[in-house]
């Protein structure tokens, strides 16, 4: 549950009588653990009293903070106690007796709840103190003015709200002044509480950078403490005069407290050299007003001095420890030097994500910075970038290639997800033109800082090695393993005997079944499948080095996991019935029960329609109806104009279950998301591995379902990625959201245990993959490398081969490192070489490409087109011809949308080599989008039959038309023909993977003609926004200017009726 730093600070508390802090943290997992099994209804609520109880350890290191001066021992002890009180508050709302809350803060009491917080924020755990604030009870009823008031201040301070308690602080002081002041007791206490509001007020002003207070808030902390209580001293013991334990402790709490967070103000950041002063004070204000803290992993990546101008980084942080957060502060650098800022994701939905982050970290309205994901808006004539642009790799490459004079103010490319640089499962083209795009970044931009960012690589100090020798300057490795959010992992697991008992069962059924109806079936009977019904258990690892293979043990704990069983299922083989995992349906219970007990869950699957029927089953078995907010009404709204009628939707209207994957359109997805945010709003999503690296959606509970998926090539099974593993499982609990969350793995095939005997080895392997030592599983590698091994193994006419040497034969000699975009003698393949002593190994492989590379030469293509061809990864001699289909087509080339359409699609009917080589990555989707078999090919028909329905799409006719254009039978009775499975192949892929990118390089060709003085009716508004439009759905460049200028209209078939 806890990363190695975190640990490492629990195991730092001082040691107590039979309380050994080394155990803290298997100790405190173990407690969360039982407490998630009792929350899912698998474990009684237990009343066992150990000798160090949660509320014994609580008490004891929450009475250490308030008495220790040392920050040593007050730090840990602070987190120890603060991690047991929020273990405990679960604990209590789980029982949830109705008993009356007592008040918060009086003279004689401080609530643990708040308390937990204090300590929290002593220890510098954020995240914890956000979610410990967010289980405060405060309500102005049952307790005084005053105390409502701390208990806001102390909520406000945990979720840096500081400008709020400034405000609130204005109120009290005039309040204040009207208060009867008598002398007794009670106005010794409301003195006392509201010296401390005074201070926290204080404290919120300091942290803002707002100017010197008049005393400092930790010497009104003291002083309170210092009256709170009295103690006279005497020659025996020292004697109580009188003592306030409520204002004592919380005084206490608040000096620790201070301490833990005045060192960690964002205001306290010094201008970095170069850097505007005017635009960082007004950017560090306007951010601390949301994010007032820096946390301690990012603190030591600002001293290692990362976002100086001039240092470039590799810098490795565990997923959700705020690489984004942290990596703002190396951009408002850059911006505050009148530079630009590139952001590259691999994804599509992630490219969405941080766009979205960003905007909100630099708007436009307060620092007049642009945030833009508008890729394809860039292929356009003297295209000037925004302040900060977002794009995948292949997006980047593209426009280094198209246009590089847009990065000549570019100071900062940050690579998000870098471990994706290195190939992945044998393929290789996305790593490749992402390495591509690093090398030609650097001939483009060679005075630009990099920021590399991952939570998976190994090598991060060898790969900044090298990005420092590419650069010619500083590139620093900082790899910090601390994460301000954290995860009890587990696996979902059975009983050895009741495995063999339900199995027994099944078989006995089946052969009754058999001898009542003469006849021996082939597969398992349904009566018999009902048979295989058993109680799911777990199995928690208990710390991230629970597997001590020397002496062979493991710090791990089982829980029966829910109170009911689940269904396995089981197929028939020689030996007798092989029992299957059935890891979507177990998944889907335990989701059910989850959701029933308040925890918000996200399913992983494996296969999208498995998100969409899971989503469905358990939406089934809730029976909740979720009511729409009035803006997710404009959404619905939109949504039913778009797809044509409601019943086309892959998202239920109400449903309490929601599914998002790839085959979603975009709208329903953002409905998808904002539904499971919000509270009170659906209670589970069912998501794919692949669209995790862009979703945001902090879980209570996250569930895999399944660790392997179908295999392609082979139509086997092949496992998860490590990577895919860990940054699924990172959806549980998010900094800022939740700090702690459970992970549940469903595993292939199931798994057993029998009782009190050693795990097996297939056990510990899958536990392994859930909590390894660290994340760091990924080793960056170079593409390139594999390209020159195939080379060199004389496998020429591979396509990634073919797509190498397509991107080097026009941009002259691929070894003069001068004069090429890609200068490959500089690459981290060749490094590598260099550095294991194969240098003449990489020259010779170098020279063996060089001459595959003149061998494409054809000096009738000019450096225009060979641009084009580079980035197209195209045979330059297709472009040519594609600008001889231009030129011979003058004086009757399209002047329309919809007759660029057609003329595209007959120019790849006549050009089978082009046709092959664009559509090659989206043929099964072209082949699904007119209803012919995935594994067949593109022919003429098949690429004609595209044109009807993507004039329907540009004319702004809904899904369901553009599926009846298609062929498709979107009123059919069928859920699946129901959804229009055709026309979300054509507008979620094909489209924008396929034509939009083709009619790009249209534009560039027929722009490098120039043909518009020899055909009047030829439009450069209609050929400049061909991609554009094809993408977006216009078949006119003033619908879609208009698209543009009118964003609050949120579908496609509104815009186009709006516009009419």
């Known amino acids: 549950m806890y990363d190695p730093v975190t640990a490492a600070l629990l195991r730092s508390a001082p040691e107590l009588p039979n309380l050994n802090p080394t155990d803290l943290p298997q100790l405190l997992t173990s407690h969360y653990a039982k407490i998630v099994s009792t929350r899912l209804g698998g474990e009684e609520q237990s009343n066992n009293q150990d000798e160090w109880s949660l509320d014994k350890i609580a008490d004891t290191f929450e009475l250490i903070v308030s008495v220790s001066e040392d920050g040593a021992i007050r730090r840990p002890s602070a987190f120890v106690a603060a991690s047991a009180q929020l273990i405990i508050a679960r604990r209590q709302k789980l029982l949830n007796d109705g008993e009356e809350i007592p008040i918060n803060i009086s003279r004689d009491r401080l609530s643990p709840e708040l308390a937990a917080v204090l300590l929290f924020l002593s220890s510098e755990q954020y995240a914890d103190a956000h979610e410990a604030a967010s289980q405060i009870s405060n309500q102005s009823e049952n307790q005084s003015p005053i105390a409502f008031i701390i208990t806001n201040h102390i909520i406000d301070l945990a979720k840096g709200n500081l400008s709020d308690i400034v405000v609130r602080g204005e109120a009290r002081a005039v309040e204040l002044s009207r208060i009867a002041v008598d002398p007794n007791e009670d106005t010794a206490t409301l003195v006392m509480l509201h010296s401390l509001a005074q201070g926290i007020e204080f404290a919120a002003k300091s942290i803002l950078g707002l100017g010197d207070q008049q005393q400092s808030p930790k010497f009104i902390f003291e002083k309170v403490k210092s009256l709170s209580a009295i103690l006279s001293e005497s020659d025996t013991f020292p004697r109580i005069e009188y003592i306030y334990p409520g204002i004592y402790h919380l005084s206490s709490l608040l000096v620790a407290a201070y301490e833990g967070i005045s060192e960690s103000s964002l205001t306290n950041l010094p201008v970095p050299q170069g850097c505007d002063p005017e635009f960082w004070i007004q950017w560090i204000s306007f951010r601390a007003n949301k994010f007032p803290y820096v946390w301690p992993n990012h603190r030591k990546a600002l001293d290692e001095g990362f976002h100086n101008s001039g240092v470039s980084a590799v810098m490795v942080l565990p997923t959700g420890a705020g690489k984004t957060t942290v990596s703002s ?39 007049g910075s642009s945030v833009s994901s508008d890729f394809d808006l860039l292929f356009r004539v003297d295209t000037t970038l925004p302040e900060i642009e977002v794009m995948t790799p292949e997006r980047c490459l593209a ?9 000549e103010d570019v100071g900062l490319l940050i690579f998000d997800e870098c471990h994706l640089l290195s190939p992945q499962s044998g393929r290789i083209r996305r790593s490749l033109d992402s390495m591509l795009c690093v090398l030609a970044f650097n001939k483009i931009a060679p005075d630009a800082d990099t920021l590399f960012l991952s939570a998976m690589v190994e090598n991060g100090q060898e790969f900044a090695a090298w990005v420092s020798q590419l650069l010619g300057r500083s590139c620093i490795s900082v790899d910090l393993l601390w994460k301000p959010s954290r995860q009890a992992r587990g696996i979902v697991i059975y009983k050895e005997g009741e495995i063999e008992a339900i199995k027994i069962r099944a078989l006995d059924v089946q052969r009754r079944m058999n001898k009542e109806s003469g006849s021996a079936a082939a597969n398992l009977r349904a009566a018999a499948s009902r048979e295989l019904q058993i109680t799911p258990h777990a199995i928690w690892g208990l710390q991230h080095n629970w597997l001590d293979q020397v002496n062979n043990s493991a710090a791990c704990s089982f829980t029966k996991l829910i109170d009911g069983p689940v269904a396995l299922s089981g197929a028939l083989n020689e030996y007798g019935l092989a029992i299957k995992p059935n890891v979507n349906n177990v998944s889907a219970k335990i989701a059910e029960i989850s959701a029933k007990n308040n925890l918000k869950t996200i399913i992983f699957v494996n296969q999208k329609s498995h998100a969409i029927s899971t989503a469905k089953n358990i939406s089934n078995s809730l029976s909740l109806n979720i009511l729409p907010t009035a803006q997710e009404n404009l959404r619905w709204d939109a949504l039913e104009l778009e797809l044509g009628d409601l019943k086309h939707s892959l998202i239920i209207k109400g449903n309490a279950a929601v599914p998002h994957n790839a085959s979603m359109l ?12 919000r509270e009170g709003g659906a209670m589970v999503i069912v998501a794919t591995p692949t669209l995790a690296q862009g979703l945001n959606l902090p879980a209570q509970l996250a569930i895999l379902a399944g660790d392997k998926r179908a295999e392609v090539e082979s139509g086997g099974r092949e496992s998860l990625e490590a990577h895919e593993l860990l940054n699924a499982a990172a959806r549980a609990g998010r900094a800022g959201h939740l700090a702690n969350g459970i992970v549940l793995l469903v595993p292939e095939p199931a798994l057993s245990f029998p009782e009190n005997q050693q795990l097996d080895k297939r056990v510990v392997e899958k536990l392994q993959a859930l909590i390894p030592e660290d994340d760091h599983c990924v080793e960056i590698s170079d593409p390139l490398g594999i390209i020159l091994d195939r080379i060199s193994a004389g496998n020429t006419a591979d396509k990634d081969v073919v797509y190498m040497v397509n991107r080097l034969a026009t941009l002259n000699d691929a070894e003069n490192d001068e004069n090429t975009l890609f200068s490959l003698g500089k690459s981290f393949a060749a490094y590598r070489l260099r550095g294991s002593g194969e240098e003449q190994r990489f020259k010779s492989q170098l020279a063996e490409l060089t001459s595959l590379v003149a061998a494409e030469a054809n000096d009738d293509i000019d450096q225009a087109l060979s641009i084009l061809a580079s980035q197209s990864g195209l045979p330059p001699i297709v472009i040519f011809r594609l600008k001889k289909k231009v030129e011979l087509d003058i004086g009757k080339l399209p002047s329309s949308i919809s007759d660029w359409v057609t003329w595209l699609i007959n120019w790849l009917t006549l050009d089978i080599d082009a046709r092959e080589l664009l559509l090659f990555d989206t043929r099964s989707s072209i082949l699904g989008a007119t209803g012919n078999n995935k594994s067949g090919d593109i022919t003429e028909q098949v690429l004609n039959d595209l044109i009807p329905g993507i004039n329907a799409w540009i004319f702004g006719l809904p899904l369901k038309d553009i599926e009846f254009a298609l062929g498709g039978e979107p009123d059919s009775n069928s859920q699946t023909k129901k959804s229009c499975p055709r026309a979300r192949e054509l507008v979620g892929t094909v489209l924008p993977r396929a034509f939009s990118f083709i009619m790009g390089l249209v534009t560039r060709v027929v722009a490098e003609v120039n043909p518009y003085e020899m055909q009047e009716n030829l439009s450069p508004d209609v050929v400049d926004c061909l991609s554009t439009a094809i993408r977006l759905g216009y078949d006119t460049p003033q619908k879609l200017n208009f698209a543009f200028s009118n964003p609050l209209i949120l579908s496609r078939v509104g815009v186009h009726r709006a516009y009419s």
């Open 399 to 407: 426009m280094l290639s198209f246009s590089p004079d847009s990065f």
């Open 666 to 677: 975009r709208m329903e997805r953002e409905l998808s998301e904002h539904m499971y945010k």
């Open 329 to 367: 502060i190396k951009i408002a650098t850059v911006l505050g030097q009148g530079k630009k800022v590139i952001f590259l994701a691999p994804t599509h939905a992630l490219v969405e994500q941080l766009t979205t982050d960003l905007q909100e970290m630099f708007p436009k309205d307060i620092l």
